[in-house]
């Protein structure tokens, strides 16, 4: 199932229970409350998600697991990160086999041969494929790119690739987007980007910041698709500081901000820390500020 057009994912935090093991109970009963909000669909095993504190088969227990309750109804994104290209191909097509309507997978790092990676997988996986250009996954700052913009526009015209999810490094990726096709799948990934997006031509985005605000997120990008950019200011103003905060704090900071809105996602997985009384109280302000309370 692959909607239309503006097209908002979120990355789905992994709940975790009181002996820290996936709380996979949560994860449905979550999974049916995002089911009647606006958003398009779940990118799974992502950062936010804490993919490298899962192994493999909880990485596609929870795909089974999602696509129970939401095949049909919302997009799945399984997600892959792997410089290996057999070891690529493997996972993905896991994840396509466990329900994943789409795999997303991260420009390779360790690889200077970067179109050659996506020549090899590319035609050898079950499902389109979402490519992400995210150097330093965790570090949401990072301004470090991979290739060239005429290199990395280029992966989008390869068979099989649905849509390209773009970097933090907005001076990088408006060149990308200048040597794209106009109607091509261009992806903004922050939702402090999202006004930014908007103006250089973005018609789909995968946000942390959807998992508590979607229908706004659909918002900016379909005002940005028909050019209202006073609108899509406007809409951003409102948002900008909750999406800063929370993202400072990754998957702790999104947890805590979807347990205030009544969903079940306790902490982060050990070692990592929770939000502070403090920190929570702080975000509560920012949230009720911005409409989402």
């Not at 992994?14 to 958003?39: G, K, S």
């Not at 280029?154 to 649905?162: A, C, E, I, K, R």
């Not at 907005?170 to 096709?181: A, G, K, S």
Request: proline share 6%; with cysteine; aromatic share 6%.
């Amino acid at each position: 199932m692959i909607p239309a057009d503006p097209i908002v994912v979120a990355p789905m935090p992994t709940p975790f229970d009181a002996d820290d093991q996936v709380d996979y109970a949560a994860i449905e009963r979550n999974t049916r409350r995002w089911l009647e909000t606006p958003l398009s669909g779940f990118v799974l095993n992502s950062e936010n998600g804490e993919e490298s504190f899962l192994d493999e088969a909880e990485r596609i227990q929870i795909v089974k697991t999602v696509a129970a309750i939401a095949s049909g109804k919302k997009v799945i994104i399984g997600g892959v990160d792997s410089p290996s290209v057999t070891d690529t191909v493997r996972k993905a097509n896991e994840l396509v086999a466990a329900g994943a309507d789409l795999v997303r997978i991260r420009i390779p790092r360790l690889t200077d041969n970067f179109e050659g990676y996506f020549e090899q997988v590319l035609p050898r996986i079950d499902a389109p494929v979402l490519i992400i250009h995210q150097p330093a996954p965790g570090m949401f700052a990072q301004t470090q790119t991979i290739g060239t913009p005429e290199s990395v526009a280029g992966l989008v015209g390869m068979p099989n690739v649905f849509a390209y999810l773009a970097s933090g490094n907005i001076r990088f990726e408006t060149m990308v987007r200048h040597f794209m096709p106009a109607d091509a799948g261009f992806w903004i990934g922050n939702g402090v980007l999202l006004l930014a997006g908007a103006a250089l031509g973005t018609n789909g985005a995968c946000l942390m910041f959807a998992n508590i605000a979607s229908g706004q997120c659909i918002d900016i990008i379909s005002k940005g698709m028909n050019a209202d950019i006073a609108g899509v200011r406007a809409v951003h103003r409102e948002l900008v500081e909750v999406d800063y905060t929370v993202l400072a704090r990754g998957a702790a900071g999104i947890k805590a901000a979807l347990n205030l809105q009544g969903y079940e996602l306790s902490g982060p997985r050990a070692p990592s820390t929770p939000l502070s009384d403090d920190e929570i109280a702080a975000l509560r302000k920012k949230m009720e500020l911005a409409g989402l309370l």
